[in-house]
Every structure is written in structure tokens, then in C-alpha cells.
């Protein structure tokens, strides 16, 4: 089969897109003929490559892919061939601690497809039922392989991670981004008072069409700065933060008293400078959050299958010009989710 794969790591140059085994389908295993999927932030880091993380090369990255069943293993009870699916991406062992307790997405060896183990940016993939979610008729394959790692991120982290509620305020750091734009809509959902950032007015103009009720533009202001004034010197009660070392300190400054910061990854880098002295006398709640758990994937999906939330696509690229996507994403170019399908499906 056809695949997007890389056999070093490196920058987008390393990407090709060409022939690669075709995937084997293990007992519990359903092989998947992909229609679409999306870029995350993930696959830019596992090209470039990751402390810890020796991967098998060539690697198929990608942790975003909804298609067509095309063939179950034997133990498989949950799809039949001609099915319409999508990836969740989280894999969890379902047997220490987190995973007996019902919270497989703290499992003590809790890896990613696409970022641990092959990924599906390929013509076909092969994955356990488990990591598959029904796709109903009528949704668009770009908004099926698109959702669920974002959507299910975004919401793990308002939910259930910072129990953000009806009334209370929130900032969405990075509103244009995946993660970003699915967290001003699950927050407006969720009833919050939405204060969104990003870096042009018109990534600013569609973060307020998706909800935010307040947007500031951070390369022409201080957001926190502006922030302050915005809330009357308040601050906000949660902060969503997927931007790390450079938005750190003013994401603390950011929060009210008792304030939540609520963090799913580090794209400018992971040791920011850290004002303990405003976590103590401020009480604030620092709050990581990783991936969701196969529930709240299913909760957040079915809010997307029904169109109350919508991801934004910025483009859909073939696969074969990989390379392209991910520049896209490292450049912060457009809004939204940067989608590739195979050529074959072009
Ligand atoms: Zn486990």
C-alpha cells in the first residue's frame, strides 16, 4: 500500500509518501481503508523525533484517519466489513490501576498511534476495535478524520480535568489551532464566558463565529495585559493552555484567584520560568490533561456527528504532498485542521 512514512527524523523534507507493507491484521484487530485524516501537532514532533520514543523506522505517522472496514480479525465483535469508522488514538493496556479504575487514558503504559506505533496517514491501517468509533451516513469524511483527537482532547481538559462550568470565565490560548478551536466550542457549550487568543484578526474574526465572546490579538497586545483590563483586573477561572514555555507566565497571570490552568502539551517548549510566589498566595490549580478516555470520545463525537460542534478545515492536501501539511502546521498558517487523503482518493 501507499503510505505517507519517514526513515529519519528530521524536518518536512524527511517525508515520503510510496510503497509500504500492507498492514496485518491481528485477532482483535480491524483493517481500514482510509478515506481522510487530519495533521495534529503530535506528528510534527514525532517526525522531528522524541526523547524516549525509538521507533521502528520507516514510521507511518499520523493519529487521525476515518474510512471504511475492509476486514476484522477473528475476535473482533463490534464491526463488519463496509462499516464507516474513525481512530481514537490512545491505547491502554486495560488491566494496571488507571485502566481497572475506568481511566485507561492514565494507563501506566498508555501509548498513541501515530506517535509510539504506526500511524494511520496510509492508503489502509490496522488497529485494535477498541481504538474505533462508528461513523453515522451523511458526515464527511474530512470532519470524521478530523475530530476525534482534538474534539476528545479539548474535552477531557474542560470537562472533566477542570470541571469548567456555566458562568465562570475561560481564556483558549491559541484559538486557531486544533485543540484551540475545539476548546472555544466545547467551552461556549459549556455555558463559560469565552476569551480567546491568536495571531491575526481574521483567525480572531472565526474563533468569535465558533463562539468566544471576547478575542484578543497577542501580536499586537500583551494578552494578559489585555486580558486584566477585559475582566476588570479579575482574570479568568481557567485557562486552556496547549502553547507551553511562551505563553507560561502570562497564562498564570492570566487566572483569578482560585483560578484553574489546565495544559495538554508544550509546542514552544516545556521549561517555562514558573512565579510559585502567584500559584501559593493566588491558589491556583495547575492541571495536566492527555488525550480522553474512549467515553468521553464517544460523548464529545456524537456532539460533533450532530453538528453542534464543527471542526474547521483549512485545507485537505493529498498525501503524497505530506510534507506540505506539516508545514502548514509548524508555520501556523489558516485556522482549523489541516486534512490528507490518499491519492487514490483524490
Ligand atoms: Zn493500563
Redesign the pocket.
Known amino acids: 500500500m501507499q503510505a505517507v512514512h519517514f526513515a529519519k527524523h528530521g524536518d518536512a523534507d524527511v517525508l515520503e509518501y510510496g510503497e509500504v507493507p500492507d498492514p496485518e491484521v491481528g485477532r482483535d484487530e480491524v483493517r481500514v481503508d482510509v478515506k481522510a485524516g487530519a495533521l495534529n501537532h503530535l506528528d510534527v514532533w514525532t517526525r522531528r523525533g522524541l526523547p524516549g520514543i525509538d521507533l521502528e523506522m520507516p514510521h507511518v505517522p499520523g493519529s487521525d484517519a476515518a474510512g471504511v472496514v475492509r476486514e476484522v480479525g477473528p475476535d473482533v465483535t463490534r464491526f463488519e466489513p463496509g462499516d464507516r469508522v474513525t481512530v481514537t488514538a490512545g491505547v ?5 490501576e ?2 481497572r479504575h475506568g481511566d ?1 487514558s492514565m ?4 501509548h498513541i498511534i501515530g506517535e509510539h506505533v504506526p500511524g494511520v496517514h496510509a492508503e489502509e491501517f490496522a488497529v485494535p476495535e477498541d481504538n474505533l468509533v462508528s461513523v453515522p451516513e451523511g458526515v464527511d469524511w474530512t470532519v470524521a478524520g478530523s475530530a476525534s483527537l482534538v474534539f476528545g482532547t479539548a474535552w477531557r481538559m474542560l470537562v472533566d480535568r477542570a470541571a469548567l462550568g456555566p458562568g465562570e470565565s475561560v481564556l483558549v490560548l491559541g484559538a486557531s489551532g486544533g485543540v484551540g478551536h475545539a476548546a472555544v466550542q466545547i467551552a461556549d457549550y459549556l455555558g463559560a464566558d469565552v476569551f480567546a487568543t491568536a495571531s491575526t484578526d481574521e483567525k480572531l474574526a472565526a474563533a468569535a463565529d465558533l463562539g468566544a465572546d471576547h478575542t484578543i490579538n497577542y501580536e499586537s497586545d500583551d494578552f494578559a495585559s489585555e486580558l486584566r483590563s477585559l475582566t476588570d483586573g479579575r482574570g479568568v477561572d481557567v485557562v486552556v493552555d496547549h502553547v507551553g514555555a511562551a505563553t507560561w507566565r502570562d497564562s498564570l497571570k492570566s487566572l483569578a484567584k482560585g483560578g484553574r490552568l489546565v495544559t495538554c502539551g508544550a509546542t514552544t517548549g516545556p521549561n517555562p520560568e514558573t512565579d510559585i510566589n502567584r500559584i501559593f498566595w493566588n491558589q491556583l490549580e495547575v492541571i495536566g490533561s492527555t488525550m480522553a478516555t474512549p467515553g468521553q470520545v464517544d460523548d464529545v463525537l456524537e456532539l460533533v456527528w450532530d453538528g453542534t460542534f464543527e471542526p474547521r478545515i483549512r485545507e485537505v492536501l493529498p498525501m503524497s504532498e505530506a510534507a506540505r501539511a506539516h508545514e502548514r502546521l509548524e508555520n501556523r498558517e489558516g485556522f482549523g485542521k489541516v486534512v490528507v487523503v490518499p491519492d487514490s482518493e483524490r
Open positions: 491502554a493496556c486495560g488491566d494496571c488507571f485502566c485507561p494507563c501506566v503504559s498508555f
